[in-house]
């Protein structure tokens, strides 16, 4: 980018000073007796004035090519919660908390299968196998979340709770009777995915 503005700001400076040099000439070869027309002195030629033109076109092309190569990577999408049951699969995003990227880290592993029951009309409801951190604070819940509970158990919440929990992920633009169509309303089999 430093070339291109460097020699941006050359061929300008040249375009300048390119008609003063012109008029300071004794003598031009096309006109033997050593004048210049009034139009000619001080102005620049027609040729300057093109490159001129053409330095100032062509400056925000290169500038916006060396920019378009200098510039770093676009970051990765952050990876989603897959959670798949009764072949509909639900997206969640993933919260920014050390309980959720400690269940993604496990994903990578490859998917779990996990066993939820319904509790109370508004979750579904089992053991993970293994603990994840807490970092439980006090929330009411909405359809679409998916909490972690006394840290080794996931909920997916279909309705409204207030309780201390981890928010792990949420599902967005589900209402209860979305969830409700999938899971059904007793024990159901979910597998949980990165995507």
């Known amino acids: 980018m430093k070339r291109a503005k460097f020699a941006a700001a050359f061929l300008v400076a040249a375009a300048i000073a390119l008609p003063s040099c012109e008029a300071a000439q004794p003598q031009d070869a096309a006109d033997p007796s050593g004048t210049e027309s009034a139009a000619a002195v001080g102005a620049p030629s027609d040729q300057a004035e093109n490159d001129a033109e053409t330095t100032e076109a062509a400056a925000p092309q290169e500038s916006e090519a060396e920019t378009t190569e200098t510039q770093p990577a676009q970051p990765q999408e952050e990876p989603m919660l897959a ?106 089999t979910v597998e949980l995915s990165l995507q």
């Not at 009764?86 to 496990?106: I, M, P, Q, V, Y």
């Not at 994840?132 to 006090?138: G, S």
């Not at 309705?159 to 007793?186: C, E, K, M, P, Q």
Request: hydrophobic share 35%.
């Open 83 to 188: 959670i798949t049951a009764n072949g509909t699969t639900f997206l969640a995003a993933f919260e920014d908390n050390s309980s959720a990227r400690a269940l993604a880290d496990r994903l990578q592993d490859g998917p779990l299968t996990l066993e939820l029951h319904d509790y109370g009309d508004f979750e579904k409801v089992g053991p993970l196998g293994f603990d994840l951190p807490a970092n439980d604070e006090q929330i009411t819940t909405a359809p679409g979340d998916v909490i972690l509970y006394q840290g080794n158990q996931i909920t997916i919440y279909y309705d409204t709770n207030t309780w201390n929990f981890t928010r792990l992920a949420h599902i967005d633009g589900v209402s209860r009777d979305d969830l409700l169509d999938v899971f059904g309303g007793d024990d159901v």
